[in-house]
Structure formats: structure tokens, C-alpha cells
């Protein structure tokens, strides 16, 4: 499966965005995807998963109750919705697949990163 990030940009602190990741080339319902971000100087971390059937997702502590994601299997597209940014939010962003993974996946499948800043 092939996954294609957009939606990043330049934010004010308090502001939203909202991140897709489109899928192509595999059966994509069957797919758990997550979102993972690295900031400048830091490792990758985990950010948001969605199991593969849509009934589970999971959050990291540092994002919870401010970023939702949710998927659209009839676009073949999971969405980062992320609202009360923060600038430690800043980071390149990358959406994440594996084939009937949880929402905790493992990835095997990545996309290119979009670029998230939020200026305070």
C-alpha cells in the first residue's frame, strides 16, 4: 500500500489542522494506519492509531483530548484532526500502515512526512 501525507502547514498556537493520509494500491479497510511525528533533534514517536476496522483508536498522553483521528474507508483516507496546537506540536508528521494491525500498530508501510509548525 502506498500512503500519501498532506495538510501540513503554519500555525498560530490555539489553532487546528487537519492531516490526511491516502491510501493506494492495497485493500485499505483492512489496514490499521497511525500517525507519527518527529520534531528536530528528537526520535519518532507515536501519535495517533486507528485499528483497521475503525472501532478502536489510541492516542499518545501528550495529545489526548486535542487531536482525533478518524478513517473514511470509502476515500480510502485516515484524517488527523488536531485543534489547541501547541508549539512543542511542531514536527514532521507521517502517517503509518499495517495490514489488520491495532490502533497501538506496528508499521510496516510509511508515507512521506508533512511539515506541522505552530509559532507561538
Known amino acids: 500500500v502506498q500512503l500519501q501525507a498532506s495538510g501540513g502547514g503554519l500555525v498560530q498556537a490555539g489553532g487546528s489542522l487537519r492531516l490526511s493520509c491516502a491510501a493506494s494500491?492495497?485493500?485499505?479497510?483492512?489496514?490499521?494506519v497511525g500517525w507519527f511525528r518527529q520534531a528536530p533533534g528528537k526520535e519518532r514517536e507515536f501519535v495517533a492509531g486507528?485499528?483497521?476496522?475503525?472501532?478502536?483508536?489510541a492516542y499518545a498522553d501528550s495529545v489526548k483530548g486535542r487531536f482525533t483521528i478518524s478513517r473514511d474507508n470509502a476515500k480510502n483516507t485516515v484524517y488527523l484532526q488536531m485543534n489547541s496546537l501547541k508549539p512543542e506540536d511542531t514536527a514532521v508528521y507521517y502517517c503509518?500502515?499495517?495490514?489488520?494491525?491495532?490502533?497501538?500498530?506496528?508499521?510496516?508501510?510509511w508515507g512521506q512526512g508533512t511539515l506541522v509548525t505552530v509559532s507561538s
Open positions: 503509518a500502515a499495517e495490514a489488520y494491525g491495532s490502533s497501538r500498530l506496528i508499521p510496516r508501510y
Open positions: 494500491g492495497g485493500s485499505f479497510s483492512s489496514y490499521a
Open positions: 486507528i485499528n483497521w476496522s475503525g472501532g478502536r483508536t
